[in-house]
């Protein structure tokens, strides 16, 4: 049964778009969290324990304080992958897929992650920014996906805001609606206990309303991160090509041309699918038409 649930895990998170695999590592995540709570609960004092407190606190949740975040730099991503309760990882991801895949739809699949990233290092930097002016929060840690699923949700409301959302007893709600509520209950909540996530919130939903103006207006805030992803893909198609080059070597079996021209065409599909038509070469669309004919003779 085990290997079962762990084969449609891995199916789902090779196959899936951004958004399932996004899910899927704030699961784990969350799943990691729980269990250095069990093994390292210290039942005496009803506490978390070392363990918790070392790994979590201390070394995975954004601190406050400016210079702990120097000397631990990777809590600014860590953090966004963070939930402590149940109920917040549930939201969190709930919003994600609701509106996730309508994001990625619009958009492209390729701007899910570097949307989510940059959201969550905004959200970051305002909490780090509101921490040295308002005591309250000084001392505090901060994670969760919050500010990046609101950079989501704004981007998705900035780029549709007449797409409409059926919700249950409510019946359809375009997303602008959904958006301005997001920012009012945040509004509302500044002076409650959390303070420092709600302005995190906001700083991430600041970040997708500037995304998409940007890009209208020409410019990508989060190209260096498109970039980024697609060089690391690049390198592993070098290296798949190496190995299946080191292989027919090995092998000393000829590949079939139907087969070579199948791989490209599979190649291309994916591609239209994550990023559209329009992001084919001239070559790329040579292909495809060679193929299309191919197949009607």
């Given at each position: 049964?085990?290997?079962?649930?762990?084969?449609?895990?891995?199916?789902?998170f090779?196959s899936?778009?951004?958004?399932?695999?996004?899910?899927?590592?704030?699961?784990?995540?969350?799943?990691?969290?729980?269990?250095?709570?069990?093994?390292?609960?210290?039942?005496?004092?009803?506490?978390?324990?070392?363990?918790?407190?070392?790994?979590?606190?201390?070394?995975?949740?954004?601190?406050s304080?400016?210079?702990?975040v120097?000397?631990?730099?990777?809590t600014?991503i860590t953090?966004?992958?963070?939930?402590?309760?149940?109920?917040?990882?549930?939201?969190?991801?709930?919003?994600?897929?609701?509106?996730?895949?309508?994001?990625g739809?619009?958009?492209?699949?390729?701007?899910?992650?570097?949307?989510?990233?940059?959201?969550?290092?905004?959200?970051?930097?305002?909490?780090?920014?509101?921490a040295?002016?308002?005591?309250?929060?000084?001392?505090?840690?901060?994670?969760?996906?919050?500010?990046?699923?609101?950079?989501?949700?704004?981007?998705?409301?900035?780029?549709?805001?007449?797409?409409?959302?059926?919700?249950?007893?409510?019946?359809?709600?375009?997303?602008?609606?959904?958006?301005?509520?997001?920012?009012?209950?945040?509004?509302?909540?500044?002076?409650?206990?959390?303070s420092?996530?709600?302005?995190?919130?906001?700083?991430?939903?600041?970040f997708?309303?500037?995304?998409?103006?940007?890009?209208?207006?020409?410019?990508?805030?989060t190209e260096?991160?498109?970039k980024?992803?697609?060089?690391?893909?690049?390198?592993?198609?070098?290296?798949?090509?190496?190995?299946?080059?080191?292989?027919?070597?090995?092998?000393?079996?000829p590949?079939?041309k139907?087969?070579?021209?199948?791989?490209?065409?599979?190649?291309?599909?994916?591609?239209?699918?994550?990023?559209?038509?329009?992001?084919?070469?001239?070559?790329?669309?040579?292909?495809?038409?060679?193929?299309?004919?191919s197949?009607?003779?």
């Open positions: 049964m085990f290997d079962s649930i762990k084969r449609d895990i891995q199916q789902s090779r899936g778009n951004m958004i399932t695999r996004l899910i899927l590592v704030n699961c784990f995540v969350f799943l990691f969290v729980i269990l250095l709570r069990i093994f390292g609960y210290d039942w005496q004092a009803q506490s978390t324990g070392w363990l918790y407190d070392t790994v979590v606190n201390e070394n995975l949740a954004l601190s304080s400016l210079k702990e120097l000397f631990h730099p990777w600014l953090h966004m992958f963070l939930h402590e309760g149940a109920w917040h990882l549930f939201w969190n991801m709930m919003w994600l897929f609701w509106i996730g895949r309508i994001f739809d619009l958009v492209g699949d390729k701007k899910v992650l570097p949307t989510y990233l940059m959201g969550g290092l905004f959200g970051a930097m305002t909490y780090l920014i509101v040295t002016i308002i005591p309250t929060i000084s001392g505090s840690i901060a994670m969760g996906a919050s500010a990046a699923v609101s950079a989501i949700i704004l981007a998705t409301a900035v780029t549709a805001p007449d797409y409409s959302l059926r919700f249950i007893l409510i019946g359809n709600v375009k997303l602008k609606y959904v958006a301005l509520a997001v920012i009012v209950l945040d509004l509302l909540y500044l002076t409650a206990s959390n420092g996530g709600h302005f995190a919130h906001l700083g991430g939903a600041f997708g309303w500037l995304s998409v103006t940007s890009l209208r207006r020409g410019y990508s805030l260096p991160i498109e980024l992803m697609d060089r690391k893909k690049k390198v592993k198609k070098n290296k798949a090509m190496h190995v299946a080059h080191k292989s027919k070597l090995v092998d000393k079996k590949i079939k139907n087969n070579s021209i199948q791989l490209s065409v599979d190649t291309i599909l994916d591609k239209i699918k994550a990023e559209g038509i329009e992001s084919l070469s001239k070559e790329e669309k040579e292909i495809l038409d060679k193929a299309s004919q197949e009607s003779n």
